[in-house]
């Protein structure tokens, strides 16, 4: 299921060279927030001895019962995360017509490319006001799929930061979690194999500056909260607040920033392939503390999709067979299920393919009995 062809003519004017400005992260907020407790997992003690076991144990809770966790010391330097923060940066600052050069293809449920902040939420007369940028997996079944000019430019520094994401955090954690499940090791690797054709992305992204007024209109209207179509979803500290999650006791609380660190959560696919014993957690970003509501708040993550190789049919795992959540349904290999790919791109077409934000209270959107809750609320 590769990317349909879409028609693209690079700008004609393009600039020779896109001139990438370094950027920096803003101060913390000093604002007394209540931040969620997350669990925090230290990759660089997975090739120790019994360091993979341990790193599980930790894990347990955090991906099953919050669906958030906090991961250090991946071997990533810091440095690099900075330049893919200066690449999207420079990227939102260029002119409207380079960045809808290719844009996303949602009426196909696609999300490589740019989507604009065109939407308008409701009735409020206010714009969503975020902008991203989707670059695909820098494989062979992807080579055809437009670049804008400054991806282009930077394209092996960007494949190698891309590759560096999976082999260094991804794989690690697709590991812990099959220790958990008490499935063999590469397990959810394989079902995720990055040289597979699959949605992957590396996404910038950022949400631009509003007024307060703005934030009312748009949060009072719809509060936002999600939960991400994927199987993992990858987020590198840019120290503005805005992040919140549902905890398991209902409340609203604040992402922190972790310097040098990701956030991470687990998403759709990853719990229906586990039957919701991975939980894929309710998430919102929000108005900023009043001390950085003049920053743009811009992101850089990394989404993981199961590709057209996957069905979203419940892993046979020992665990959740004892749990008694595997069903004989569940457990029959000729019962016809959707793809990772299928599903994703139902799910995207179904969110972004249109120019109203409507409200979703009390719906659902189920894609071949793959069910989960809308929640804009």
Same mark, same amino acid.
């Given at each position: 299921m590769a990317p349909s062809a879409i028609d693209v003519e690079?700008?004609?004017?393009? /600039?020779?060279? &896109?001139?990438v400005k370094p950027w920096t992260r803003p101060q913390y907020t000093t604002e007394d927030l209540e931040w969620a407790p997350l669990t925090t997992i230290d990759l660089s003690r997975f090739d120790e001895p019994g360091g993979k076991e341990e790193l599980a144990e930790q894990l347990y809770d955090a991906a099953t019962r919050v669906g958030f966790w906090t991961v250090v010391n991946s071997g990533i330097d810091d440095n690099k995360v900075l330049r893919q923060f200066s690449i999207g940066n420079t990227f939102f600052k260029q002119s409207l017509e380079e960045k809808r050069f290719f844009p996303c293809n949602f009426a196909e449920g696609e999300y490589f490319g740019y989507r604009e902040n065109s939407r308008w939420i409701g009735d409020t007369g206010v714009k969503d006001n975020v902008e991203m940028l =989707?670059?695909?997996k820098p494989i062979e079944a992807l080579k055809d799929v437009p670049k804008h000019q400054i991806v282009r430019e930077n394209w092996e520094e960007i494949s190698v930061f891309h590759r560096e994401l999976w082999d260094k &955090?991804?794989?690690?954690l697709f590991v812990l979690i099959a220790i958990i499940l008490e499935l063999p090791e590469n397990y959810f690797v394989d079902a995720h194999a990055y040289e597979e054709e699959s949605d992957d992305h590396l996404r910038y992204m950022i949400y631009n500056v509003r007024t307060q007024e703005e934030w009312n209109k748009a949060q009072n209207y719809s509060k936002g909260g999600h939960t991400d179509f994927g199987s993992l979803t990858l987020l590198f500290s840019q120290h503005v607040a805005g992040l919140q999650i549902r905890t398991p006791e209902g409340d609203w609380k604040w992402v922190k920033p972790v310097q040098g660190?990701? +956030?991470? =959560? /687990? /998403?759709? +696919?990853?719990? %229906?392939? +586990?039957?919701? %014993?991975?939980k894929?957690?309710?998430? @919102? &970003? &929000? +108005?900023?503390?009043?001390?950085?509501?003049?920053?743009? @708040?811009?992101?850089?993550?990394?989404f993981c999709r199961p590709g057209p190789h996957t069905p979203m049919r419940a892993v046979p795992s020992p665990l959740l067979d004892r749990l008694g959540l595997l069903t004989s349904e569940d457990k029959d290999p000729n019962k016809k299920v959707p793809t990772g790919t299928e599903y994703v791109r139902a799910r995207v077409k179904d969110v972004h393919h249109k120019t109203v934000i409507t409200k979703r209270e009390g719906t659902s959107f189920d894609f071949h009995g793959l069910k989960v809750q809308n929640y804009y609320d």
């Open positions: 690079p700008p004609s004017h393009a /600039a020779q060279h &896109v001139l =989707n670059i695909q &955090v991804l794989r690690k660190g990701i +956030t991470c =959560n /687990a /998403a759709d +696919t990853l719990s %229906f392939l +586990t039957k919701g %014993f991975i894929s957690t309710i998430h @919102r &970003v &929000v +108005t900023p503390p009043k001390d950085q509501m003049h920053i743009p @708040r811009l992101g850089l993550l990394y």
